[in-house]
């Protein structure tokens, strides 16, 4: 690798990890803002995904634009570019479920005082512990991380299995209740999809560090784990 190149790479390195950094904290901003009824954290979790992440993201895309058409770089150094140019649009895309969380707190905080029929705390914890998996493994480009990582997402998909249902039992019950109910069962499909993508970021660590495409694989993944 060049001098020239080795720079470059290294400063797309720490865009991508400084992006990750503030949509991890968002997110974390946004669920707090749910648990809390916090009106003020969930305009903060918005604002900041329209003037920092979203610009951020652009910002990652045209580097690596810029870094394979000035050096059309090979092996390793272009497997590294291609994960991340898809790892960038996983991230910006946490980044929009977090705003989405942000938005249906807001809303519950201020029109709605229903109970709500599940444990949205622990699924919030589970998505929220395999996004900084994931985000960990980038870091550290540990594939062994990024594959307990994948490991975990039918856990998450298995709380939004339940939550659905206790949801529809609520409904049934109290039909007065729907509309929070439904924005309650939302936040549990951005928490699934937040899980979904962190999953994508750590197959995608997976490849970057060793060259194998493990796309498909979760039942692997749950076994060996």
Excluded: W
């Excluded at 991890?24 to 979790?45: I, M, T, Y």
């Excluded at 992440?53 to 090979?74: G, N, R, S, T």
């Excluded at 910006?92 to 201020?110: F, S």
């Amino acid at each position: 690798m060049s001098r020239h190149l080795h720079r470059e790479v290294e400063n797309l390195k720490q865009q991508i990890l400084a992006l990750s950094a503030v949509v991890e904290e968002n997110v974390q901003r946004s669920v707090r803002a749910l648990v809390d009824r916090d009106l003020a954290r969930a305009a903060e979790a918005i604002r900041i995904d329209d003037e920092q992440i979203d610009q951020a993201e652009v910002d990652v895309e045209e580097e690596c634009l810029k870094i394979l058409a000035l050096h059309q770089p090979v092996a390793s150094d272009l497997r590294f570019i291609i994960a991340v140019l898809k790892i960038n649009s996983d991230i910006e895309r946490v980044g929009d479920m977090a705003v989405n969380i942000a938005e249906r707190a807001d809303y519950l905080a201020k029109a709605c005082y229903v109970e709500a029929p599940v444990d949205i705390r622990a699924m919030c914890e589970k998505a929220q512990s395999m996004l900084k998996g994931s985000l960990d493994a980038l870091v550290n480009l540990d594939a062994d991380l990024a594959r307990r990582v994948c490991a975990q997402d039918d856990e998450v998909d298995n709380l939004n299995r339940d939550n659905y249902a206790a949801i529809q039992d609520r409904i049934r019950q109290f039909p007065e209740e729907i509309e929070c109910l439904m924005h309650i069962l939302a936040v549990s499909r951005h928490l699934e999809r937040i899980a979904d993508h962190a999953t994508n970021i750590a197959e995608d660590v997976v490849y970057m560090v060793e060259g194998e495409i493990v796309r498909h694989r979760a039942k692997d993944y749950a076994t060996q784990f």
